[in-house]
């Protein structure tokens, strides 16, 4: 494959408008918990957007291909799921986790389990 300057400007304009995005967001952090947890200002909407789009991000989406190769269409039933499972995981979740206050799932167990099931989460995830 011969890379155009057309490849690298289209690149080059990718990486600028990735990095003002984030300039643009790093100018409402205030705080570390601003900048973890986006000072829990986030609506269900985006927080379940943000857990599909890390769970349907570009590790499944490589290993969705390989896996559509060899075993066709059935592929794509897993990511169709996981998609929508935690975009429902999401919309019915973020409002219990937020008020809470808590920061991490396992946090949570800890909470309602004990110190040996956070642990066991931990190691698990």
């Given at each position: ?9 289209i690149m080059l304009v990718t ?7 984030g300039v643009y967001a ?22 379940a957007?943000a857990?599909?789009?890390?769970c ?5 989406t490589v290993?969705t291909?390989?896996y ?9 039933w897993f ?11 999401g919309?019915f979740?973020?409002?219990p986790?937020r008020?809470?206050?808590?920061v991490?799932?396992?946090e949570?167990i800890?909470?309602?389990y004990g110190?040996k099931?956070?642990?066991f989460t931990s190691v698990?995830?």
């Amino acid at each position: 494959m011969i890379i155009t300057s057309s490849h690298i400007i289209i690149m080059l304009v990718t990486v600028a408008v990735v990095v003002g995005g984030g300039v643009y967001a790093a100018r409402s952090v205030r705080s570390a918990a601003g900048y973890s947890l986006g000072g829990r200002s986030a609506g269900a909407g985006l927080v379940a957007g943000a857990i599909a789009g890390t769970c349907v991000g570009g590790g499944a989406t490589v290993g969705t291909a390989q896996y559509a190769a060899t075993h066709g269409l059935s592929a794509w039933w897993f990511t169709l799921g996981m998609g929508f499972a935690l975009i429902i995981m999401g919309i019915f979740y973020a409002r219990p986790m937020r008020d809470t206050g808590l920061v991490k799932i396992s946090e949570y167990i800890e909470q309602n389990y004990g110190k040996k099931a956070e642990i066991f989460t931990s190691v698990c995830s």
